[in-house]
């Protein structure tokens, strides 16, 4: 694609990888058929190919107004266009650059500033969501079927945390939102590889990846969170005390492994995000590096006759962001789980971080998309990989929708416990 940047963009260090992902860009067409707003609205504006050039427009210094905005405003990031894309456009690196140039140009409604800078405040402190989340709950029994849907469920109470006693040791992301609504995916992560004679240790100070604040264009709020993790992170590393940053939300997964490139200019920062990148794994990438042991553990006898039918989400933060496929679904299965066909499993579920709640139309098209999709081989449980995935899709289905990491838990509790006696 031939560009022509405009002055006050082309000199910066952004303006530069701008230019180098548009003209990567040679307008295939292959990501229309895995946008899914392009699926849901047929306006070539509201794909991939057409929010490319929408970009390439303002960062040329052509007049944008809101219209650009809503455009970039309606893109999920969800990165399934980066999984087909046969030039390997880095587009979800490009939308966060436009992203944060559009908010400076265009001004928001009184109301959705107001409402982004809520969400930034409210769903990176833990304290202050815990407590809304309970007076939501108290009340939701008094509300509508439609208000109802939209706060969680008590969740199910954290079990117990193993005491550290291992050689090996991991660190845990806590994250910003899953602690209140469900306690037990990290405890069940820290059961299961307690296991595997590998201790889950917290580190503390630790909070909130960035990434609500960062896809919300508040990208130096984001960045500075990401600084904070990585002091409190650091000492352990440097000190060889842990073997990886293990993290049970795909969508905060994506962020970390993404540090050392968000950080790459800052001076003190740089080389020391690049190393916490390199740390970060997804739990499933660790479970699958010990998947000799799951299939040592369960007596193959027992499992065929001890066997649940699941289906299985596979968020696009780990699918897409990360590239991580098949390979919580070969555990599960290792471990009894029949999982079922999902069609078009590569399409988002529409949770996509505060997308739900910024595009609420969009999103429950997406998620009833989503839902009949997961519910067409009568599966008895619905698991996933990412704690915003997980609460979207409880709204949306009667099924059970649980971490699939809780169900492998439960899953050799049960085994366990047929043995002893």
Same mark, same amino acid.
């Given at each position: 694609?031939?560009?022509?940047?405009?002055?006050?963009?082309?000199?910066?260090?952004?303006?530069?990888?701008?230019?180098?992902?548009? #003209?990567?860009?040679?307008?295939?067409?292959?990501?229309?058929?895995?946008?899914?707003?392009?699926?849901?609205?047929?306006?070539?504006?509201?794909?991939?190919?057409? #929010?490319?050039?929408?970009?390439?427009?303002?960062?040329?210094?052509?007049?944008?107004?809101?219209?650009?905005?809503?455009?970039?405003?309606?893109?999920?990031?969800?990165?399934?266009?980066?999984?087909?894309?046969?030039?390997?456009?880095?587009?979800?690196?490009?939308?966060?650059?436009?992203?944060?140039?559009?908010?400076?140009?265009?001004?928001?409604?009184?109301?959705?500033?107001?409402?982004?800078?809520?969400?930034?405040?409210?769903?990176?402190?833990?304290?202050?969501?815990?407590?809304?989340?309970?007076?939501?709950?108290?009340?939701?029994?008094?509300?509508?079927?439609?208000?109802?849907?939209?706060?969680?469920?008590?969740?199910?109470?954290?079990?117990?945390?193993?005491?550290?006693?291992?050689?090996?040791?991991?660190?845990?992301?806590?994250?910003?939102?899953?602690?209140?609504?469900?306690?037990?995916?990290?405890?069940?992560?820290?059961?299961?590889?307690?296991?595997?004679?590998?201790?889950?240790?917290?580190?503390?100070?630790?909070?909130?990846?960035?990434?609500?604040?960062?896809?919300?264009?508040?990208?130096?709020?984001?960045?500075?969170?990401? #600084?904070?993790?990585?002091?409190?992170?650091?000492?352990?590393?440097?000190?060889?005390?842990?073997?990886?940053?293990?993290?049970?939300?795909?969508?905060?997964?994506?962020?970390?492994?993404?540090?050392?490139?968000?950080?790459?200019?800052?001076?003190?920062?740089?080389?020391?995000?690049?190393?916490?990148?390199?740390?970060?794994?997804?739990?499933?990438?660790?479970?699958?590096?010990?998947?000799?042991?799951?299939?040592?553990?369960?007596?193959?006898?027992?499992?065929?006759?001890?066997?649940?039918?699941?289906?299985?989400?596979?968020?696009?933060?780990?699918?897409?962001?990360?590239?991580?496929?098949?390979?919580?679904?070969?555990?599960?299965?290792?471990?009894?789980?029949?999982?079922?066909?999902?069609?078009?499993?590569?399409?988002?579920?529409?949770?996509?971080?505060?997308?739900?709640?910024?595009?609420?139309?969009?999103?429950?098209?997406?998620?009833?998309?989503?839902?009949?999709?997961?519910?067409?081989?009568?599966?008895?449980?619905?698991?996933?990989?990412?704690?915003?995935?997980?609460?979207?899709?409880?709204?949306?289905?009667?099924?059970?929708? #649980?971490?699939?990491?809780?169900?492998?838990?439960?899953?050799?509790?049960?085994?366990?416990?047929?043995?002893?006696?």
């Amino acid at each position: 694609m031939q560009t022509n940047l405009a002055d006050f963009i082309k000199n910066s260090s952004e303006g530069k990888e701008a230019d180098a992902i548009l #003209r990567s860009c040679v307008h295939c067409g292959f990501c229309l058929a895995t946008c899914p707003t392009y699926q849901l609205l047929g306006d070539e504006l509201d794909s991939p190919r057409g #929010r490319i050039y929408l970009m390439k427009q303002m960062l040329e210094g052509q007049p944008v107004t809101q219209k650009t905005q809503s455009h970039l405003d309606r893109c999920l990031t969800c990165r399934a266009c980066e999984t087909v894309c046969p030039s390997g456009v880095r587009y979800g690196e490009l939308i966060d650059i436009s992203r944060g140039i559009i908010e400076k140009q265009v001004k928001r409604s009184a109301g959705s500033d107001v409402l982004r800078y809520t969400l930034r405040k409210v769903l990176t402190n833990d304290p202050i969501f815990t407590s809304l989340l309970k007076l939501g709950q108290m009340v939701r029994p008094l509300l509508p079927d439609s208000l109802k849907k939209t706060i969680p469920a008590k969740a199910q109470p954290a079990k117990i945390w193993p005491v550290a006693r291992h050689k090996r040791k991991m660190l845990i992301l806590d994250g910003c939102v899953q602690p209140a609504l469900a306690p037990n995916i990290n405890a069940a992560c820290a059961r299961v590889l307690d296991r595997m004679d590998i201790s889950l240790l917290k580190a503390e100070k630790v909070g909130c990846c960035g990434a609500i604040s960062y896809h919300l264009n508040a990208q130096q709020e984001g960045l500075d969170y990401m #600084r904070r993790n990585i002091d409190a992170w650091w000492p352990l590393i440097e000190r060889e005390e842990i073997e990886a940053i293990v993290i049970t939300a795909s969508g905060c997964g994506v962020t970390i492994k993404e540090y050392g490139h968000l950080l790459r200019h800052d001076v003190v920062y740089a080389e020391k995000a690049a190393q916490i990148s390199t740390f970060a794994k997804d739990i499933s990438e660790i479970l699958y590096a010990e998947l000799e042991y799951i299939e040592r553990l369960f007596d193959k006898q027992w499992l065929s006759k001890n066997k649940s039918k699941l289906s299985f989400h596979s968020p696009c933060t780990l699918q897409h962001g990360q590239q991580v496929r098949d390979v919580a679904e070969k555990i599960l299965m290792t471990a009894g789980f029949e999982l079922t066909f999902v069609q078009n499993a590569h399409l988002c579920c529409g949770s996509a971080g505060t997308y739900s709640i910024l595009q609420p139309e969009l999103s429950q098209q997406l998620l009833k998309n989503k839902v009949t999709a997961l519910e067409s081989g009568n599966p008895e449980r619905i698991a996933t990989a990412n704690i915003g995935c997980l609460i979207h899709l409880q709204g949306g289905t009667s099924l059970s929708v #649980r971490h699939w990491v809780e169900l492998l838990d439960e899953k050799i509790s049960d085994y366990s416990e047929i043995t002893i006696l």
